[in-house]
């Protein structure tokens, strides 16, 4: 008989995402993005980070000031659909911990991704947001927000030792 108590698509994909989170050095918001094609098969994972040759110990971190990390950053959405390396996304799922911000939504629409899943939406009220849902509507990819019961799900390296 099977064993019971095995985590479901949607949190293994979003659980992969939160990994991929991990590998952030942003100190304020880590995000992480998997995308997977209609057969449950992962095609690609990303997290913000800076780009390659770009030390994470020269270019800034900071929100605020002169220079910023914004100006940097390649959010993980972005860093997923490239790390593809032109695999075909058409009719993929993407599931990111952060909702898009409008640059992202426009990578995820012209790389033919067809659902975004995604788990919280802490800056809904910001324009890029706004811009985001509304260009992910209008291209008809599908918007979901991640529900589950589990809260939590352990990675326990030394569990069959
Ligand atoms: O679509 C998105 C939007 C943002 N990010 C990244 C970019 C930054 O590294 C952080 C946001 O930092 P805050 O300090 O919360 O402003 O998230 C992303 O990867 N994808
Ligand atoms: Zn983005």
Redesign the pocket.
Known sequence: MKRNGYISWDEYFMGVALLAAKR?K????????CIVDSNNIILST????FPYGCSDDLYP?E?EGEDT??NY???????AILNARGKNLKGARLY?D????????KAIIQSGIAEVVYLYN??ADSE?TRA?ARMLQSAGVKLRQFKTDTETIVLDFKANA
């Open positions: 952030s942003d100190p304020n918001t880590q995000v992480g993005a990303g997290y913000n980070g971190w929100r990390k914004y950053v390649v959010h993980a959405e972005l860093n990111v952060l909702f898009p911000c409008n640059e992202c939504a802490k800056y890029a985001s």
